[in-house]
């Protein structure tokens, strides 16, 4: 079955599948190739009313930086729904294009390393543990690797729309 960004986890597990945490999270490649847009670029939208490539960074990371936190009450056992979030409301209070793209990166590339040093500490039984994400079951590894799932779809975006 094909999912759709509208599956949520499931389209983003796609992106992931087959990789381990420990490659998934280490993605050197991803900070090595958003070093190569320049701060000019940085400002493009690809249509009106689209996020600039600044507030897709900006908003990766704060995707990110929220799903830990979900990933890690999790694994603590705490018996809660992995709830979504309103992703446009965050990113219209943010202040992504007033910083520079290094900063943004900078700050991407610290909850990264964060993320690592989380997932470094998790058990096998811990990775297997099931919580309730938009009405389906998920564990937590699979919940986990969403993330880096997410990250790659947005940057496959930023590819594709605004730097062809």
């Known amino acids: 079955m094909k999912y759709t960004p509208e599956d949520d986890f499931s389209y983003y597990y796609e992106w992931a599948n087959g990789d381990s945490l420990s490659t998934l999270f280490d993605t050197t490649a991803t900070f090595t190739f958003l070093r190569t847009i320049n701060e000019e670029k940085a400002t493009y939208r690809y249509q009106p009313n689209k996020w600039s490539i600044k507030q897709v960074i900006g908003h ?3 995707h990110e930086r929220i799903k830990m936190f979900r990933a890690f009450r999790l ?48 058990s096998e039984s811990q990775l297997t543990k099931t919580g309730l994400a938009q009405q389906r079951q998920i564990t937590l590894i699979d919940f986990i690797k969403s993330i880096v799932g997410h990250e790659r ?12």
């Open 60 to 62: 990766i990371t704060d």
């Open 75 to 122: 694994s603590r056992n705490e018996d809660i729904q992995l709830w979504g979030y309103d992703q446009n409301f965050l990113t219209d209070n943010s202040r992504f294009d007033e910083l520079t793209l290094e900063l943004l990166i900078t700050d991407f590339y610290n909850v990264r390393k964060s993320s690592l040093s989380f997932i470094e500490t998790l």
């Open 153 to 164: 779809h947005h940057l496959d975006i930023i590819k594709g729309r605004y730097l062809k």
